[in-house]
């Protein structure tokens, strides 16, 4: 499975930012997908999860009013929309990939198999 995550760029508090993160090499409706990010001088933190169909998601609460997580099974690709967005938003972005058959929607990045190489987002006051 391969995972390769695009979207980020430079924007000013309250912009917006959409990140996707496509896959290849599996499949992709099987898996529940997660984002994480990780900050300079931080450990990689969890963002969000979507279960197999997309009904069911899962977002931290420092981001749950601002963010959401969708995806698009026929297109490979999990998205995260981002708005509201803060300085402290401000990290690297990884799109993880859990393929474990029998597991549920996690927080926990050693439940994650496979991961995107990151994408950055930078947000300016």
């Known amino acids: 499975v391969q995972l390769q995550a695009s979207g980020g760029g430079s924007v000013q508090a309250g912009g917006s930012l959409r990140l996707s993160c496509a896959a290849s090499?599996?499949?992709?409706?099987?898996?529940?997908m997660g984002w994480f990010r990780q900050a300079p001088g931080t450990e990689r933190e969890f963002v969000a999860a979507?279960?197999?169909?997309?009904?069911?998601?899962y977002l931290t609460d420092s981001v749950k009013a601002r963010f959401t997580i969708s995806r698009d099974n026929a297109k490979n690709t999990v998205y995260l929309q981002m708005n509201s967005l803060q300085p402290e938003d401000t990290a690297v972005y990884y799109c993880a990939a859990d393929v474990n058959v029998f597991g549920v929607l996690t927080r926990n990045s050693l439940d994650y198999d496979y991961w995107g190489q990151g994408t950055q987002v930078t947000v300016s006051s």
């Open positions: 979507i279960g197999r169909n997309g009904a069911t998601t």
């Open positions: 090499g599996g499949t992709f409706s099987t898996y529940r």
